[in-house]
Nanobody
Framework: QVQLVESGGGLVQAGGSLRLSCAAS???????????VGWYRQAPGKQRELVAP???????WYADSVKGRFTISRDNAWNTVYLQMNSLKPEDTAVYYC????????????WGQGTQVTVSS
């Protein structure tokens, strides 16, 4: 079992930056069933979308909408996963969630409570 807590969200002007943190109650990949950690976001009236995952062996991927602006990373012990968000746009406004799961289906695994990111124009 892994408990996740997101933090770092807030209100920022377009072009600004935020760094989100996903703090885990234990080393995330000490749980055998966990293969990846993903940052998801959900805007009002929209489906939850995968923004950026990182796998057990460190591979990363980014949605086209954030590529070149966002970076996912982790600490050496895999206790925290970060999402550095630069050049923020109003379209990035959403609740951001951290997910540790066997796969990236958007529903399984462990989820945090979410952190609100609001980008003003």
């Amino acid at each position: 079992q892994v408990q996740l807590v997101e933090s770092g969200g807030g209100l920022v002007q377009a072009g600004g930056s935020l760094r989100l943190s996903c703090a885990a109650s234990r080393s995330i990949f000490s749980a055998a069933a966990i293969n990846a950690v993903g940052w998801y976001r959900q805007a009002p009236g929209k489906q939850r979308e995968l923004v950026a995952p990182i796998t057990r062996h460190g591979s990363t991927w980014y949605a086209d909408s954030v590529k070149g602006r966002f970076t996912i990373s982790r600490d050496n012990a895999w206790n925290t996963v970060y999402l550095q968000m630069n050049s923020l746009k109003p379209e990035d406004t959403a609740v951001y969630y951290c997910n540790a799961a066997p796969d990236l289906n958007g529903v399984s695994g462990f989820w945090g409570q979410g952190t609100q990111v609001t980008v003003s124009s």
